[in-house]
């Protein structure tokens, strides 16, 4: 009986000390373009307090309907507001606790190889020339944020219809990059954080900020603890801000 209880006795203590010394897991939901800042972001936040980051990377829209179906995500990261809005609606996250982090621009991008240097955006067959029957990549126009803003940029400047048979829509802005870097699209519209990430791939030119909306990565809590908030405001640090500047993203 006496070392039934020496067991019992030690086995509680084993898993007292356990439970206090496991780090507490954050589930940080984050639009594709974020992999490389908030990979560094979330390995800096690791070194200073007693939190360990599981990233979960995706286009806004997937991700977002994961969280709406009961995925365990702590923190959201979107590349637009729309998609931000829909938790919002759902209910899912309170409007107060949204922030805006950062914002980001959209360039065209050919193959390294390509004899492209710089391109007419305005000119339909220009386009037409470019692609010459083949594929322009970019973020699904439908639901993709990348290709949200792509698809509004080319209408501006007249030019979708011309392009929109040839458009192949990738899950997320990182295959659309993806496939320009194989050569298997001549050209494709991604964030220009993304294009600076390869050297497989030049920029032609950047599209002009007024020819869509403003390119914003709202961020908000969406498990509150005292972690959540932890990790929500090292987001808004001037230690994260250099880290997304590294990056190429703006305040």
Not at 73 to 92: E, R
Not at 210 to 226: E, G, L, M, Q, W
Request: charge should be neutral; include cysteine.
């Amino acid at each position: 009986m006496k070392a039934w209880k020496q067991h019992a006795c030690l086995a509680a203590v084993l898993s007292i000390s356990f439970s206090a010394n496991a780090a507490t897991n954050l589930k940080v939901y984050a639009a594709s373009s974020m992999t490389n800042a908030i990979n560094e972001i979330a390995q800096n936040f690791e070194e200073k307090y007693d939190v360990s980051i599981t990233p979960v990377y995706g286009g806004s829209s997937s991700i977002a309907r994961q969280i709406i179906n009961g995925a365990p995500a702590d923190v959201f990261i979107s590349a637009n507001t729309k998609w931000m809005d829909y938790l919002v609606d759902k209910n899912v996250i309170y409007r107060d606790n949204v922030t805006n982090l950062v914002r980001n621009s959209l360039v065209l991008i050919a193959p390294q190889s390509s004899e492209l240097t710089s391109f007419n955006f305005s000119d339909a067959k220009a386009w037409e020339k470019a692609l010459h029957g083949n594929r322009l990549a970019l973020g699904n126009p439908t639901s993709v944020p990348a290709g949200m803003y792509a698809k509004e940029s080319l209408t501006t400047l007249g030019v979708w219809k011309a392009v929109q048979t040839h458009v192949a829509p990738a899950k997320n802005v990182r295959l659309a990059l993806a496939l320009v870097e194989r050569g298997e699209a001549p050209l494709g519209v991604v964030y220009k954080t993304d294009a600076q990430l390869t050297d497989k791939v030049k920029i032609l030119g950047e599209f002009a900020s007024d020819t869509h909306a403003a390119i914003v990565y709202p961020a908000a809590i969406v498990n509150d603890s005292t972690e959540s908030e932890q990790f929500f405001q090292y987001l808004k640090s001037d230690e994260a801000a250099r880290v997304f500047a590294q990056y190429g993203f703006q305040q």
